[in-house]
């Protein structure tokens, strides 16, 4: 059974992303279940790989909660990884300690495409769906979920590459000697992306993002073919409303700060900035169509927690007063950042944000 909207305790970030008044700046953290956390690494260890604990609901729900006993964060993230949706479509996801993520098998000619399927989250991905269930159970109300997946440019260049790239060589000649071939394998990614989230917004997902990690590799032409339309299609497939409030959807192109206005017109609530855009400029640009998300350098969690307050500060003040802002990083958190620097970099938004929302 879902929860109305009423039984939500803290429902800051929902507000936010539609730009409704707050009290405060909501804030979460990109990763912010991960190997930072000792208690993560713990967990992971009992799973015995990423993968063993990606597929067991209980271990997936029991690593999206930890962040949350330890600090006080606005929203819970799904704990899953971007590449499930091209491991259901039977390329062998693998991960190699040190190496990243892996596939057996890649795709790079059109009869290849053509034999793939779109994935049908209830059959293919049910560990998922029982995550998210299982999470927002536990939550009981007192957070949103935010579900995820990656964007179709972004799975295709795994799928295409067989894993991570420096240059995309492989997948950037897909798109240039086979458009037809690559729009056919984005085509039915958005069409697997499209039920995936909306199968997680069905199991329980207040919110969703999508998370383009290499959109910003693209030229300026290729990125609205092979990056932006495809999302675009996503959004205008993605259910609106759920369990009585509106379910919003954040886009997040990592180095897609010149793409801001085109963004903003795909139909998505809320932008996601990385750390190399001005959040001030981009509110100038973009702020009355949609909220913005961002945009802390995850390395300023390297500093002291007094020069991470100082960073909170001016990104505060950047953005100004009003809603429509969800502080989070530029990017995810790294393994090596210090918890306790995690904690000072929450409270300081908590406490220096109260602020910029004296309209209530």
């Known amino acids: 059974m879902g929860l109305t909207m009423q039984e939500l305790k803290n429902d800051r970030l929902l507000r936010a992303l539609l730009r409704q008044s707050v009290d405060r700046t909501p804030v979460w953290m990109m990763r912010q279940a991960g190997r930072y956390l000792p208690e993560y690494r713990a967990t992971r260890a009992r799973a015995g790989d990423f993968m063993g604990l990606c597929t067991n609901p209980d271990m997936a729900c029991e690593v999206t909660m930890q962040p949350l006993a330890r600090y006080p964060l606005d929203a819970a993230i799904l704990f899953s990884d971007i590449l499930t949706i091209p491991d259901a479509m039977g390329l062998g996801l693998y991960f190699e300690t040190g190496e990243g993520p892996k596939f057996r098998k890649t795709v790079s000619t059109p ?3 053509e034999a793939l399927s779109v994935v049908d989250p209830q059959a293919d991905l049910p560990y998922v ?9 536990e939550l009981n109300g007192s957070v949103p979920l935010i579900g995820f997946s990656g964007s179709p440019w972004t799975l295709a260049t795994y ?4 894993g991570s ?4 060589r492989r997948t950037k000649s897909l798109i240039y000697n086979e458009p037809e071939a ?16 909306n199968a997680q917004i069905l199991a329980g997902a207040q919110a969703v993002q999508i998370f383009d990690s290499w959109g910003g590799a693209l030229s300026h032409h290729a990125y609205q073919q092979f990056s932006l339309a495809p999302m675009k299609k996503i ?7 759920h369990e009585g409030r509106k379910v919003p959807v954040i886009l997040f192109t990592k180095g897609g700060g010149q793409w801001l206005e ?15 855009t001005d959040i001030g400029q981009a509110r100038t640009r973009v702020g009355g169509k949609v909220s913005l998300q961002g945009n802390m350098d995850p390395a300023v969690l390297y500093a002291k927690p007094e020069r991470i307050r100082e960073e909170v500060a001016r990104i505060l003040k950047s953005y100004g007063s009003g809603s429509g802002h969800v502080f989070n ?12 620097h995690a904690g000072a970099f929450f409270d300081a938004v908590h406490e220096l944000s109260q602020q910029y929302h004296q309209e209530l």
């Open 159 to 162: 799928m295409v590459e067989g």
């Open 182 to 197: 690559a729009a056919m394998l984005l085509d039915k990614l958005a069409d697997s992306i499209i039920q995936y989230l």
């Open 129 to 137: 769906l029982d995550a998210v269930k299982t999470i927002r159970r």
């Open 262 to 276: 085109l963004m903003a017109d795909t139909g998505a609530d809320c932008l996601g900035l990385d750390w190399t």
């Open 111 to 113: 009869k290849e495409i």
């Open 165 to 168: 790239s420096k240059d995309f």
């Open 235 to 241: 959004v205008a497939g993605l259910i609106k409303e």
């Open 329 to 340: 990083l530029g990017h995810g958190v790294t393994p090596e950042v210090d918890p306790a």
